[in-house]
């Protein structure tokens, strides 16, 4: 079309700068919109939890990772007790945290007597240094999805460097090099 002319305008600096101002001022909006209240964040999460069979020394236990969200008193304790498979009393395990992290994995002392889809309960607080304030405390279940039956009852190896313990009567050749 012989009378249509398209004005090309520059950008200048100003410009760019309320474009730029625009953009942040949207991002913030986003995170402002999507962020949760510190009041209303735990201090401690629970990230998982599970068993843990280990057949090369013939043990099992089982246990939860815990994050901790918010600032706490150094040498703070998170106290885990732990249901016996076998009905003896709760094991409570403690575990002291310090400056130098924020995620700990809480496992119980050996156990038996593991049933295939049983839950087991778990009690878990964060206890705050000095004066014993509670701040944290949750209860939930862990359940295995097989028995303990898989398991060993003496260790398959002993020492370092895996060799076959000689009071196990496990079946298998040894554990040692691969032939190449």
């Given at each position: 079309m012989p009378g249509l002319r398209f004005e090309t305008r520059r950008l200048s600096v100003n410009h760019l700068?309320?474009?730029?101002?625009?953009f942040i001022l949207a991002l913030v909006a986003?995170?402002?919109?999507?962020?949760t209240p510190p009041g209303q964040?735990?201090?401690?999460?629970?990230a998982g939890s599970g068993f843990l069979f280990n057949y090369r020394i013939g043990e099992v236990s089982y246990g939860f990772t815990a994050i901790v969200?918010?600032?706490?008193?150094?040498?703070s304790k998170i106290e885990a007790v732990f249901e016996d498979p076998q009905g003896g009393p709760p094991m409570t395990v403690v575990e002291t945290l310090t400056a130098r992290s924020t995620r700990y994995s809480v496992r119980s002392p050996p156990v038996?007597?593991?049933?295939?889809?049983?839950p087991y309960q778990v009690a878990v607080r964060l206890i705050q240094n000095i004066d014993g304030a509670i701040l944290f405390d949750d209860r939930f279940t862990v359940?295995?999805?097989?028995?303990d039956d898989v398991v060993p009852d003496a260790p398959l190896t002993v020492g370092?460097?895996?060799?076959?313990?000689p009071a196990s009567s496990g079946a298998g050749p040894a554990p040692g090099p691969v032939p190449d």
């Amino acid at each position: 079309m012989p009378g249509l002319r398209f004005e090309t305008r520059r950008l200048s600096v100003n410009h760019l700068a309320i474009g730029l101002a625009g953009f942040i001022l949207a991002l913030v909006a986003i995170g402002w919109a999507t962020r949760t209240p510190p009041g209303q964040t735990p201090t401690l999460t629970i990230a998982g939890s599970g068993f843990l069979f280990n057949y090369r020394i013939g043990e099992v236990s089982y246990g939860f990772t815990a994050i901790v969200n918010k600032p706490v008193r150094r040498y703070s304790k998170i106290e885990a007790v732990f249901e016996d498979p076998q009905g003896g009393p709760p094991m409570t395990v403690v575990e002291t945290l310090t400056a130098r992290s924020t995620r700990y994995s809480v496992r119980s002392p050996p156990v038996r007597g593991v049933e295939k889809g049983k839950p087991y309960q778990v009690a878990v607080r964060l206890i705050q240094n000095i004066d014993g304030a509670i701040l944290f405390d949750d209860r939930f279940t862990v359940t295995s999805q097989m028995s303990d039956d898989v398991v060993p009852d003496a260790p398959l190896t002993v020492g370092p460097g895996y060799a076959r313990n000689p009071a196990s009567s496990g079946a298998g050749p040894a554990p040692g090099p691969v032939p190449d």
